[in-house]
């Protein structure tokens, strides 16, 4: 089992930043993916994010690509969703969650999910 802790989420002003944080615990993972999404009511799912462990490969969404930055701390074993010049649109719950396989990453469907932060930027 693996454990997924977050934090960093709040309230802020359109054009500002913030920093969530994925903490993992339990079974520790050597390799695999972690994957950001989020989620607003009434909306699908969203991936957002995505960084390979090994190899910190990214890859991300059209519509966060350039403003977010995904990376991650392989010895704390720790991610980090850096979201930069925010949008009223941003707001959302942010989830991070973690596979093996990015296959599952991509399809929503990854074995451990974090508990969720969320995030609202005004405007």
């Known amino acids: 089992q693996v454990q997924l802790v977050e934090s960093g989420g709040g309230l802020v002003q359109a054009g500002g930043s913030l920093r969530l944080s994925c903490a993992a615990s339990?079974?520790?993972?050597?390799?695999?993916?972690m994957g950001w999404y989020r989620q607003t009511p009434g909306k699908e799912r969203e991936l957002v994010a995505t960084?390979?462990?090994?190899?910190?490969?990214?890859d991300y969404a059209g519509s966060v690509k350039g403003r977010f930055t995904v990376s991650r701390d392989a010895a704390k074993n720790t991610g980090f969703l850096q979201m930069n010049s925010l949008k009223p649109e941003d707001t959302a719950v942010y989830y991070c969650?973690?596979?093996?396989?990015?296959?599952?990453?991509?399809?929503?469907?990854?074995?451990?999910w974090g508990q969720g932060t969320q995030v609202t930027v005004s405007s």
């Open positions: 339990g079974r520790t993972f050597s390799a695999g993916y």
């Open positions: 969650a973690v596979d093996r396989f990015i296959r599952d990453i991509q399809t929503g469907t990854p074995d451990y």
């Open positions: 960084i390979a462990w090994r190899g910190s490969s990214t």
